[in-house]
């Protein structure tokens, strides 16, 4: 059974913090990370993906993974009230056909 | 705003009905995924439709089905509904190549709020 597995949180963080969100994943053939954002109510959101081992920036947003130890993490540098939301990690392999969420960690924000 | 759009918003059916759901998946892509989610819980795989053929399939039983179109839209067919059906179901829209190695990503239309009674 292919599993990502991430903290269901909530996580709480300051206004201006770093939020650190972490996902693990149990199939190593599993290629490539994607970061989706979801707000109560709507449809995930992508933020971003990375396939490469290391550190992938867009923006407040960055991506790390390590494949080694089949982990993948998001951090948000200066975070928002309005990046409260529930954060889902999905991995998928080369195929496209195997496309596995987690359950999301919800993040709250606090002004 | 994805480009994926999904009809209809909403839904309500009674136990043992059958229902359609209709995905149109964004300009330029090939491939639409649908997922079902459940109040608390990550998207779940359903199936994947690839120039019109199923593609990869969740643990979903049979009475989940699909299609494609040739204008890559899509639909998903749920026969006899039971209540733990009542769910979010999202269809995402990516661009695919045979063999794999396409572009990777999904974008996901609003979705259709299913209940059932």
């Known amino acids: 059974q292919k599993e990502v597995e991430q903290n269901s949180g909530p996580l709480s963080v300051p206004e201006g913090a770093i939020a650190s969100l972490n996902c693990t994943y149990s199939?190593?053939?599993?290629?490539?990370f994607f970061w989706y954002r979801q707000y109560s109510g709507k449809s995930p959101e992508l933020i971003m993906f990375?396939?490469?081992?290391g550190d992938k920036e867009d923006g407040r947003f960055t991506a790390q993974l390590n494949k080694a130890s089949q982990y993948v993490s998001l951090l948000i540098r200066d975070s928002q009230p309005s990046d409260s939301a529930t954060y889902l990690c999905?991995?998928?392999?080369?195929?496209?056909?195997?496309?596995?969420f987690g359950p999301g960690t919800r993040l709250s924000v606090l002004p | 705003e994805t480009g994926v759009t999904q009809s209809p918003t909403h839904l309500i059916k009674t136990r043992g009905q059958q229902v359609t759901l209709r995905c149109s998946s964004q300009?330029?892509?090939?491939?639409v995924s649908w997922y079902q989610q459940a109040l608390g819980q990550g998207p779940q795989f359903i199936f994947q439709?690839?120039?019109?053929?199923?593609?990869g399939r969740g643990n979903f039983p049979p009475r989940f089905s699909g299609l494609q179109f040739p204008n890559y839209s899509s639909e998903l067919n749920v026969n006899a509904l039971e209540l733990d059906d009542s769910a979010l179901y999202l269809c995402?829209?990516?661009?695919?190549?045979?063999?794999?190695?396409?572009?990777?990503?999904?974008?996901f239309g609003p979705g259709t709020r299913l209940t059932v009674t």
């Open positions: 999905a991995s998928r392999d080369n195929y496209g056909q195997n496309f596995v």
């Open positions: 199939d190593r053939g599993s290629q490539s």
């Open positions: 990375i396939y490469s081992n």
């Open positions: 300009s330029g892509h090939n491939t």
């Open positions: 439709y690839y120039r019109e053929e199923e593609n």
């Open positions: 995402a829209s990516s661009s695919e190549r045979s063999g794999g190695g396409g572009s990777y990503e999904q974008y």
